[in-house]
Protein backbone atom coordinates (compact mmCIF):
# COMPACT_ATOMS: atom_id res chain seq x y z
CA UNK A 1 0.00 0.00 0.00
CA UNK A 2 3.11 2.25 0.62
CA UNK A 3 4.97 1.58 -2.05
CA UNK A 4 1.27 2.28 -4.72
CA UNK A 5 1.37 5.56 -2.56
CA UNK A 6 4.93 6.42 -3.26
CA UNK A 7 4.82 5.95 -6.92
CA UNK A 8 1.51 7.46 -7.59
CA UNK A 9 3.51 10.26 -6.09
CA UNK A 10 5.96 10.15 -8.15
CA UNK A 11 4.43 10.25 -11.23
CA UNK A 12 1.50 12.67 -10.47
CA UNK A 13 3.26 14.86 -12.68
CA UNK A 14 3.37 13.23 -15.60
CA UNK A 15 0.29 12.70 -19.03
CA UNK A 16 -0.80 10.10 -19.85
CA UNK A 17 2.03 9.47 -22.96
CA UNK A 18 3.98 9.13 -19.70
CA UNK A 19 6.26 12.13 -20.67
CA UNK A 20 6.10 15.39 -18.19
CA UNK A 21 4.36 18.61 -19.00
CA UNK A 22 6.93 20.73 -19.94
CA UNK A 23 9.09 18.43 -22.21
CA UNK A 24 7.79 20.42 -25.41
CA UNK A 25 9.07 23.61 -23.95
CA UNK A 26 11.84 22.14 -22.79
CA UNK A 27 13.25 20.96 -25.88
CA UNK A 28 12.07 24.17 -28.09
CA UNK A 29 13.92 25.79 -25.63
CA UNK A 30 17.34 23.94 -25.61
CA UNK A 31 17.51 23.92 -29.69
CA UNK A 32 16.71 27.75 -29.31
CA UNK A 33 19.82 27.94 -26.79
CA UNK A 34 21.76 25.81 -28.80
CA UNK A 35 21.51 27.57 -31.51
CA UNK A 36 22.52 31.20 -29.72
CA UNK A 37 25.72 29.26 -28.31
CA UNK A 38 26.25 28.27 -31.76
CA UNK A 39 25.58 31.44 -33.73
CA UNK A 40 28.39 32.59 -30.91
CA UNK A 41 31.26 30.28 -32.18
CA UNK A 42 30.42 30.88 -35.35
CA UNK A 43 30.95 34.73 -34.89
CA UNK A 44 34.67 33.66 -33.22
CA UNK A 45 35.42 31.72 -36.23
CA UNK A 46 34.42 34.47 -38.30
CA UNK A 47 36.35 36.93 -36.07
CA UNK A 48 39.35 34.76 -36.72
CA UNK A 49 39.09 34.34 -40.56
CA UNK A 50 38.92 38.68 -40.12
CA UNK A 51 42.09 37.97 -38.34
CA UNK A 52 43.19 35.91 -40.99
CA UNK A 53 42.91 38.43 -44.18
CA UNK A 54 39.64 36.72 -45.51
CA UNK A 55 38.21 39.37 -47.13
CA UNK A 56 34.37 38.37 -46.03
CA UNK A 57 34.72 38.20 -42.26
CA UNK A 58 34.37 41.75 -41.58
CA UNK A 59 31.19 42.18 -43.11
CA UNK A 60 30.10 38.51 -41.86
CA UNK A 61 31.30 39.35 -38.25
CA UNK A 62 29.68 42.75 -38.33
CA UNK A 63 26.31 41.61 -39.45
CA UNK A 64 26.19 38.28 -37.58
CA UNK A 65 26.93 40.58 -34.16
CA UNK A 66 23.68 42.51 -35.43
CA UNK A 67 21.43 39.16 -35.56
CA UNK A 68 23.11 37.89 -32.46
CA UNK A 69 21.63 40.84 -30.63
CA UNK A 70 18.44 40.68 -32.52
CA UNK A 71 17.91 36.96 -32.12
CA UNK A 72 19.01 36.56 -28.44
CA UNK A 73 17.11 39.95 -27.44
CA UNK A 74 13.82 38.85 -28.75
CA UNK A 75 14.30 35.12 -27.21
CA UNK A 76 15.08 36.18 -23.77
CA UNK A 77 11.62 38.82 -24.12
CA UNK A 78 9.53 35.85 -25.22
CA UNK A 79 10.85 33.67 -22.98
CA UNK A 80 10.72 36.20 -20.09
CA UNK A 81 6.94 36.38 -20.90
CA UNK A 82 5.89 33.10 -22.02
CA UNK A 83 7.62 31.55 -19.52
CA UNK A 84 7.13 33.24 -16.59
CA UNK A 85 5.00 30.90 -14.25
CA UNK A 86 6.84 27.73 -15.07
CA UNK A 87 9.78 26.28 -12.95
CA UNK A 88 13.25 28.06 -14.49
CA UNK A 89 11.21 29.81 -17.20
CA UNK A 90 11.64 33.59 -16.03
CA UNK A 91 15.40 32.18 -15.17
CA UNK A 92 16.23 31.14 -18.86
CA UNK A 93 14.63 34.76 -20.03
CA UNK A 94 16.54 36.89 -17.77
CA UNK A 95 19.31 35.09 -18.71
CA UNK A 96 18.90 35.60 -22.80
CA UNK A 97 18.05 39.19 -21.70
CA UNK A 98 21.25 39.27 -19.97
CA UNK A 99 23.05 37.56 -23.06
CA UNK A 100 22.00 39.95 -25.21
CA UNK A 101 22.77 42.99 -23.27
CA UNK A 102 26.53 41.17 -22.94
CA UNK A 103 26.57 40.67 -26.70
CA UNK A 104 25.49 44.36 -27.61
CA UNK A 105 28.21 45.47 -25.33
CA UNK A 106 30.91 43.35 -27.08
CA UNK A 107 29.98 44.60 -30.20
CA UNK A 108 30.40 48.05 -28.91
CA UNK A 109 33.70 47.13 -27.91
CA UNK A 110 34.85 45.46 -31.40
CA UNK A 111 33.05 49.12 -33.52
CA UNK A 112 35.57 51.11 -30.74
CA UNK A 113 38.23 48.79 -31.41
CA UNK A 114 37.86 48.68 -35.20
CA UNK A 115 37.85 52.54 -34.87
CA UNK A 116 41.46 52.66 -33.68
CA UNK A 117 40.92 51.90 -29.89
CA UNK A 118 43.08 50.08 -28.09
CA UNK A 119 40.42 47.71 -26.70
CA UNK A 120 40.97 44.67 -28.65
CA UNK A 121 42.47 42.85 -25.01
CA UNK A 122 39.18 43.05 -23.79
CA UNK A 123 36.95 42.24 -26.81
CA UNK A 124 38.84 38.78 -27.07
CA UNK A 125 38.30 37.46 -23.68
CA UNK A 126 34.62 39.05 -23.56
CA UNK A 127 34.11 36.85 -26.45
CA UNK A 128 35.71 33.87 -24.79
CA UNK A 129 33.46 34.74 -22.40
CA UNK A 130 30.20 34.75 -24.04
CA UNK A 131 30.51 31.24 -25.09
CA UNK A 132 30.31 30.03 -21.62
CA UNK A 133 27.34 31.88 -20.67
CA UNK A 134 25.84 30.77 -23.47
CA UNK A 135 26.42 27.56 -22.55
CA UNK A 136 24.50 28.60 -19.17
CA UNK A 137 21.61 29.89 -21.10
CA UNK A 138 21.69 25.70 -22.39
CA UNK A 139 21.55 24.56 -19.17
CA UNK A 140 18.69 26.46 -18.06
CA UNK A 141 16.83 25.82 -20.77
CA UNK A 142 17.01 22.32 -20.13
CA UNK A 143 15.62 22.89 -16.72
CA UNK A 144 12.35 24.48 -17.45
CA UNK A 145 9.50 22.72 -15.48
CA UNK A 146 11.76 21.01 -13.27
CA UNK A 147 10.96 22.87 -10.08
CA UNK A 148 11.84 21.61 -6.32
CA UNK A 149 10.05 18.37 -5.57
CA UNK A 150 7.85 18.81 -2.43
CA UNK A 151 8.54 16.58 0.07
CA UNK A 152 5.13 14.97 0.93
CA UNK A 153 4.14 13.32 4.42
CA UNK A 154 5.05 9.74 4.07
CA UNK A 155 8.53 11.39 3.63
CA UNK A 156 9.12 13.10 7.39
CA UNK A 157 9.89 10.06 9.32
CA UNK A 158 13.00 9.59 6.66
CA UNK A 159 13.68 13.03 7.14
CA UNK A 160 13.80 12.96 10.81
CA UNK A 161 16.04 9.86 10.60
CA UNK A 162 18.37 11.69 8.18
CA UNK A 163 18.44 14.98 10.66
CA UNK A 164 19.72 13.26 13.54
Known amino acids: MIADTHDAALHQNRSASGREP ?33 DFAFAAHKAMAALLIASTFTAGLVATIALRRIPNGLKLGLMLLALAFAIGLQTAIGKMSANGVNLMWLHV ?35 KLWSI
Open 22 to 54: HDKLRRRWSVIAVLIASAILVQAAFAGAMLSGV
Open 125 to 159: PLGVALVGFAMQAISAARKIGRGRERATNHDAPMR
